[in-house]
């Protein structure tokens, strides 16, 4: 049955991109440009419970119409994902420019800024206006679906969420005005997101809140020289935990806050922001960054920030040898516990040093090393010894690559090793062992000069953890080739990897990974895909032992 759906869906989206491919050819005056993807997948496990669904499908487009030079972008995504909370998963969105004004209908993304609005998908409308130097924004829409509390479901059958959590419908609106241009401007940003409380509320629980949320910034990127440049991102955001809750007398002189957002007994205002400026010329620079969040600052127009921290950073970068050599760097101080509200302050060193040598075309160069140091001092009380932590997170790397090319065949050796160290301090009475991990790959690629047709590679790898009560090793090796024929019409390629498991010496089990894909060009833009996965894992004791499969097939247009 899965199969017979799969040909069904296969063939109709193929009948679908001919007759778009003909209409196209029809109207040359009108200018399309597409990419789709639908694909179906069939998934089986035994030995575990199920990871996915055993049948899934999947469809992505990007239609884009251009007419006279109106453009007319679109985005969709229809999948049968997330049956258990909703609808099958779909989404459709446009976003039409015509020279300076470009609109978004449906299901799309903006940015505001980092700390008020970026990049949150949104179900509603927004418009961006650029007339000249003057940059306007705004926007619409529903941020969030309500979900009610249902305490019969079952969560057997979900694979993307181990429950679905209660929520309310959640919208925003929000805009910028600024002056300037892509390079050089400054921006006045505002957004107002809240919960609506309707038909398809959850039950109201002590966990499920109505909430709102009013969020202000200014957004600037100034050229202030040929070399100089200074950067600026600022917010300030009024939340409110439950508007249900009792109102907050503010005084006469911030009355104006009521306009914006009515402050209640659960409303916090908090700050954000980050500031630096930059000296760039072709073969150095320098950059000097300060970032402060508050604690539990947030915005419902961003889907995470790390809070309740302060960093200092200077990050130098020069190259060297006719800009063979490139070097960065970035050195740097970072704490927490701005309020002096918890019973101990973090501090962390930031260390890092990345380099990149390509000496030629046949042989290349990297390392890098970053040391983050942490360190505790008392808080709010003194601590003793056996709750003070201190730790430093050292990490190495090498990554050296060579080519030789005969007159036939080229051959590439290539390697990483990196070493990653955490330690921990030995005063504490509470044991907590440092940590060192040690990865080594070495690989080979042989392929024909003349063509990039064929091409077989082996590769080596070898892992170790060593957590001083406990070592664990993994060892493994692999294959993979990829050929395709003299047009260009079908490529396949494979690939195998063996790992055999060590727990302190005493075998662990092994792993089998076998993947193979191939892709076959049906028209000039229609190519159809297979992608398929065997992952086999034994164990000494049969716990944990699996055999999974995964097999996908679809199609790809490009008009």
């Known amino acids: ?14 009948m679908f991109g001919s007759a778009l491919l003909a209409q196209q050819a029809k109207t040359p005056w009108v200018e399309f440009g597409s990419s789709i993807r639908l694909s179906a997948t069939a998934y089986s496990i035994s030995g575990q419970d199920y990871r996915q669904e055993p049948f899934s499908y999947f469809l992505h487009g990007t239609p884009r119409l251009t007419i006279k030079g109106f453009d007319i972008p679109i985005s969709f995504i229809l999948s049968s994902q997330q049956r258990s909370i909703q609808q099958p998963f779909n ?60 305490s019969t479901e079952s969560t057997a059958n979900s694979f993307l969420l181990q429950q679905s959590l209660p929520r309310f419908e959640r919208h925003a609106f929000g805009g910028r005005i600024g002056i300037g241009t892509a390079n050089s401007f400054f921006d ?84 954000a922001g980050e500031a630096g400026i930059a000296y760039k010329k072709p073969t150095w620079g320098l950059q000097l960054n300060y970032k402060r969040i508050d604690p539990d600052f947030k915005s419902m127009g961003v889907y995470y920030l ?29 704490r927490d516990n701005l309020y002096d509200t918890r019973l101990a302050t973090s501090k962390r060193v930031i260390q890092s040093v990345h380099a990149q040598w390509n000496q030629s075309r046949f042989f290349q160069i990297g390392a890098y090393y970053t040391n983050f140091g942490l360190t505790q001092t008392p808080g ?104 395709s024929d003299e047009k260009g019409l079908f490529r396949l390629g494979g690939q195998v990897q063996f790992f055999t498991n060590k727990m302190d010496e005493n075998p662990n089990g092994h792993s089998l990974v076998l993947s193979v894909d191939a892709t076959y060009q049906l028209q000039k833009q229609i190519q159809c895909f297979f992608l398929g996965q065997l992952i ?14 995964q097999f996908t097939l679809g199609l790809q247009i490009n008009l």
């Not at 049955?1 to 193929?14: A, P, T, V």
């Not at 609109?103 to 409308?125: E, I, P, W």
Request: proline share 3%; glycine share 8%.
């Open 306 to 334: 790390q809070s309740d921290i302060s960093q200092w950073t200077i990050a130098p970068n020069f190259s060297l040898l006719k800009k063979t050599l490139r070097i960065r760097g970035q050195i740097g101080i970072q």
């Open 188 to 271: 006045i940003v505002g957004m107002k997101a809240f919960d609506i409380k309707g038909p398809n509320d959850p039950i109201d629980t002590l966990a499920v809140r109505p909430q709102e949320n009013v969020a202000l910034g200014i957004n600037s990127k100034l050229k202030l020289s040929k070399f100089i440049e200074l950067k600026m991102d600022l917010a300030t955001s009024i939340y409110t935990r439950d508007t249900t809750s009792a109102d907050y007398d503010i005084s006469e002189n911030v009355g104006f806050l009521v306009d914006l957002i009515q402050p209640k007994e659960s409303t916090q205002i908090l700050f």
């Open 380 to 483: 709010l009380k003194a601590l003793t010894d056996s709750t003070r932590t201190s730790q430093v997170n050292g990490s190495y790397g090498i990554s050296p690559s060579f080519m030789i090319a005969g007159k036939t065949w080229q051959h590439q050796l290539y390697s990483t090793i990196s070493l990653n160290k955490l330690s921990f301090n030995k005063s504490s009475i509470i044991t907590i062992q440092d940590i060192k991990t040690t990865q080594v790959n070495i690989g080979y690629t042989l392929s024909p000069i003349s063509s990039n047709r064929f091409s077989v590679g082996a590769l080596i790898t070898s892992l170790k953890t060593d957590a001083s009560t406990t070592i664990t090793t993994s060892n493994g090796f692999g294959g993979n080739g990829s050929y």
């Open 536 to 549: 086999k894992n034994e164990t000494p004791s049969g716990e944990g032992s699996f055999t999974e499969k």
């Open 91 to 150: 989404r459709i969105g446009i976003a039409p420019s015509y020279k300076w004004v470009k609109a978004y209908v449906g299901y799309n993304t903006m940015a505001l800024s980092k700390y008020t609005f970026s990049n949150r998908q949104f179900l509603g409308g927004g418009i961006e206006l650029n007339p000249g130097k003057f940059r306007l924004a705004a926007l619409y829409g529903r941020l969030q679906k309500a979900i009610r509390e249902d």
């Open 1 to 14: 049955m899965h199969q017979l759906r799969i040909i069904q869906l296969l063939g109709i989206f193929y």
